[in-house]
């Protein structure tokens, strides 16, 4: 990745037309040959980019850009269509190139797939005598999370979210709509779990008579000891 910090202006033309002025920014061209310009701010967003396939080049300097103190122009045109991105460098302050290699990506924790597993193991936080029959049980419109049974031997349908909004409440009431009609597992009580669960999916939970469940990954995982804690 070579990355250039200069005082610079640029030009986009193409799908739309943008025009970014002359400032300080950090230049960004990668492997892939990918060109983004970023700001100090604005997060992870770069103000302008061109993704590949694109080709960057160095064009030759007009009279005129040359009088506005320009010293270099970078060309960066996308190989299939006309979209163009000039930038216009008037002072280099830093330019360095650094060899990456591969990146194995980013590695999510406490996705929905480890609460579920986790849930799984741990099946009496559901409360005690509740057992596991299966995850992943699957419907005629898609997988629930968790079937289990209650210390009465009834069965237990589990949703399980990270963030629990409305949309997953009403997907769990489709599911014990249909497991409900089943002779063999009706009557189905359903759970919204999730590691937050928003006010209003809450109110609607309750409201259809599923219980809402808050999970705690990190001691789900082991990684707290709940003894230390006051609440």
């Known amino acids: 990745m070579r990355v250039v910090i200069a005082r610079c202006a640029a030009r986009y033309t ?3 037309s943008a025009h970014l002025p002359l400032a300080t920014r950090a230049i960004m061209v990668k492997a892939d040959g990918s060109v983004l310009l970023h700001s100090d701010g604005g997060s992870y967003k ?10 960057l080049r ?3 300097l007009t009279e005129e850009a040359a009088e506005r103190g320009v010293t270099e122009v970078w060309v ?3 190989d ?12 280099v302050l830093s330019d360095t190139e650094h060899e990456l290699g591969v990146d194995p990506g980013l590695v999510k924790d406490g996705v929905e797939a480890h609460l579920q597993e986790l849930l799984a193991a741990q099946i009496t936080l559901l409360g005690d005598g509740h057992t596991l029959v299966r995850r992943e049980y ?3 419109i898609g997988p629930v999370d968790i079937l289990a049974r209650d210390s009465a031997g009834a069965s237990v349908a589990i949703e399980i979210k990270r963030r629990g909004e ?3 409440v009403e997907q769990l ?7 409900n009609r089943d002779p063999l597992l009706a009557p189905v009580q359903g759970v919204f779990a999730a590691q937050e669960i928003k006010p209003q999916a809450r109110v609607l939970a309750e409201d259809r008579g599923i219980r809402c469940l808050l999970l705690d990954y990190e001691a789900m995982k082991g990684d707290v000891d709940l003894s230390d804690r006051l609440f």
């Open 58 to 60: 160095s064009s030759s």
């Open 80 to 91: 299939k269509t006309d979209d163009r991105l000039e930038i216009e460098l008037h002072e």
């Open 138 to 140: 699957m419907t005629a």
């Open 14 to 16: 193409g799908r739309l």
């Open 46 to 55: 770069p103000l302008n980019w061109m993704s590949p396939p694109c080709t």
């Open 166 to 168: 409305i949309d997953g």
């Open 76 to 78: 960066v045109q996308h």
């Open 173 to 179: 009431t489709r599911y014990l709509e249909l497991m």
